[in-house]
């Protein structure tokens, strides 16, 4: 009798003592082992942007420093400039294929290889910088976007945005529509298909190559971002006018690119770094531009750039083309439709409330 209480008393306490175990690593899945040195991770980031570029590529190194402060280490990111490791061009694929484990761009960069992500840069005269943000964050954005890119084993998340852009610059001036016939222009994304319907010649080049071109007459205007960056590529240097307002991105998000297999190897503290930093680095991106813009565009007219508006006539010609080239976009896929149909329908909503703040303020102050 004595020895089957000991027995079933050892049982017990094996049992409890599993039972126990079990228990401590559904709590704490990603610990390590007592005594055990932290994992660490090494991870290249490749980028569509010239090395330490203003506001761009300043941007992919903050991340980098924020990631491996945050991490203590255990997860380092060593970024290379276009060129470095894949083409400015090629950033998509690099991540896809695993030769990078993240990726700087912007969407529609890839557009001949995912026709749906032009819609997550910008949209010719859609959503503002904190619309576009509210959509993908609350909007049911980031799902359609997630979705896209799933197929190509590519998980996004904005890391910045640079706001409100300008026109671009020009060799000559935009006083009708007949003005763009037979221009050469570099211009991206859905931009550039609506100046291809109204006669342009449109080219995607990366950053690196605009002012050659410009300069040389390869292309006879380009649009690139703002004054703060377009000051340093020196845009003023190789062409006359710089013409307002940005039709072509209202905003423009920055995303950063990570390889899903990679990101899944992560334990959950580091997964949730990642994405935090990103929404650090992306507050940080848009007050850059947003302070160093003001900054650039008075030493633009300090060294002789001539501002022009674009004409109403050519604005509501761009405007009436982007309506076609958006419904045209659309009707490619279920997907692509699903996406308009969203970002038409956030519009409206937030529209009025904008109408009576934002809009009135600007108009009076």
């Known amino acids: 009798m004595k020895r ?30 007592a005594g ?26 903050r991340l ?8 203590g280490g255990r997860l380092t990111i060593k970024v ?16 896809s294929r695993s030769t990078a484990e993240l990726g700087h761009g912007a969407s529609y960069y890839w557009k001949g290889k995912v026709p749906t ?23 049911g954005g980031q799902a359609f976007w997630d979705e896209a890119y799933a197929p190509f084993g590519v998980k ?19 006083n009708s529509l007949t003005d763009l016939k037979g221009l050469k222009i570099r211009m991206p994304g859905l931009g550039g298909e609506v100046l291809s319907r109204l006669g342009a010649t449109t080219i995607n080049l990366p950053g690196g190559e605009v002012f050659t071109a410009l300069q040389t ?4 205007a380009t649009d690139w971002v703002s004054p703060y960056n377009d000051l340093a590529f020196g845009l003023h240097k190789a062409a006359r006018y710089y013409y307002y307002p940005g039709w072509q991105e209202p905003q423009a998000v920055l995303e950063l690119l990570i390889n899903q297999k990679a990101f899944d190897s992560l334990p959950a503290d580091l997964q949730a770094i990642v994405t935090e930093a990103s929404l650090a680095a ?29 004409p109403d006539e050519v604005l509501a010609a761009m405007r009436e083309q982007s309506d076609l080239v958006l419904g045209e976009l659309a009707a490619q896929s279920e997907l692509n439709g699903r996406i308009w149909a969203s970002m038409k329908a956030f519009q409206a909503q937030v529209e009025p409330m904008h109408e009576i703040s934002e809009k009135e303020l600007y108009n009076w102050r």
């Open 117 to 139: 992500a032009q819609f997550f840069t910008s949209v010719p005269f859609g959503l503002s910088t904190s619309e576009m943000n509210a959509w993908l964050s609350k909007g």
């Open 282 to 310: 992306s507050r940080d991106m848009h007050d850059d531009y947003v302070y160093n813009n003001a900054l650039a565009l008075e030493q633009l007219k300090q060294q002789g750039t001539e501002l022009k508006r674009f």
């Open 80 to 95: 290379y400039a276009a060129g470095e490791l894949v083409p400015a061009l090629e950033v998509f694929d690099a991540v």
């Open 36 to 61: 055990e040195p932290a994992k660490t991770y090494h991870w290249k980031m490749v980028t569509a942007w010239p090395k330490n570029y203003p506001g761009l590529g300043t941007s992919a190194e």
């Open 217 to 220: 007459g390869a292309i006879d």
């Open 64 to 71: 980098a420093e924020r990631v491996n402060a945050m991490s």
């Open 4 to 33: 089957r209480h000991l027995f079933g008393a050892a049982a017990l306490l094996a049992t409890l003592a599993l039972a126990g175990c079990k228990d401590e690593q559904s709590q704490a899945p990603n610990q390590q082992a």
């Open 156 to 174: 996004p998340l904005v890391i910045g945005n640079t706001g409100m852009q300008m026109g671009g610059w020009y060799n000559k001036e935009i």
